[in-house]
């Protein structure tokens, strides 16, 4: 079974502070993901990376930024932290090919006073 | 616009019964089908994928794809409490991009 962890496991913050959320996988996997689920949107994909030093742009971008240092390692950083960024963020990763299933991390509930 | 819609938002089934959960894309160049389950306090697993049109069956569960009208179905038979979750759907375009949609979610809940 594929093993993706991340920390915290809840954090709490205030309006404009800085925050960083990590993610490892011991998969060897290419592909990294991070999302935010919210009620009424379901997970939605905020970067992906498909190794060291790669980024791509998600579908909701705005005020994130990340960064992926190793193959196993990525991080999701908010460095003016919102109350809209309030959420349940996860990470997840793929092995790239066409099977393709994604392999997700616990989560980090985030909480922005 | 949320490109991969689920119906129904919420299902209850008593146990022993058969689950239907819905999925429409308003994407036709969507190719390639996921369902995913998510237990209380888990993170999102993967139950069965569907790239072809037609029937899958793992176990109880059977996935139904239907690409001309842009609709995959899960069907869960013997339905048991463990099987009390949220349900999504994702979708990817083609081979050469590894972004995923996943919709909004269908809450199950099994009755004993």
């Known amino acids: 079974e594929a093993a993706v962890t991340q920390s915290p496991r809840n954090k709490v913050t205030v309006t404009g502070g800085n925050v960083t959320l990590s993610c490892r996988q011991t998969?060897?996997?290419?592909?990294m993901y991070w999302y935010r689920q919210d009620t009424g949107h379901g997970l939605r994909l905020i970067h992906y990376?498909?190794?060291?030093?790669?980024?791509q742009i998600g579908d909701v971008p705005d005020g994130y930024k990340a960064t992926r240092t190793t193959q196993e390692d990525f991080f999701l950083l908010l460095e003016l932290a919102s109350p809209s960024q309030t959420s349940l963020y996860f990470c997840?990763?793929?092995?790239?090919?066409?099977?393709?299933?994604?392999?997700f991390g616990p989560g980090t509930r985030l909480l922005v006073l | 616009q949320q490109k991969v819609q689920q119906s129904p938002e919420s299902l209850s089934v008593p146990e022993g019964g058969m689950a239907s959960l819905n999925c429409t894309s308003s994407?036709?160049?969507?190719?390639y089908f996921w369902w995913y389950r998510q237990h209380s306090g888990e993170g999102p697993k993967a139950l069965m994928?569907?790239?072809?049109?037609g029937d899958k069956k793992e176990g109880r569960f059977t996935a139904h794809l239907n690409k001309a009208s842009l609709h995959v179905s899960l069907h869960i038979r013997d339905s048991q409490p463990s099987d009390s979750a949220l349900y999504f759907c994702?979708?990817?375009?083609?081979?050469?991009?590894?972004?995923?949609?996943f919709g909004t979610g269908t809450r199950l809940q099994v009755l004993p």
């Open positions: 994702a979708a990817r375009r083609s081979s050469n991009t590894n972004k995923v949609v």
């Open positions: 998969n060897s996997h290419n592909y």
């Open positions: 997840a990763s793929s092995d790239g090919f066409n099977q393709d299933t994604q392999y």
């Open positions: 994928s569907i790239f072809s049109d």
């Open positions: 990376s498909y190794g060291a030093g790669n980024l």
């Open positions: 994407d036709r160049n969507f190719q």
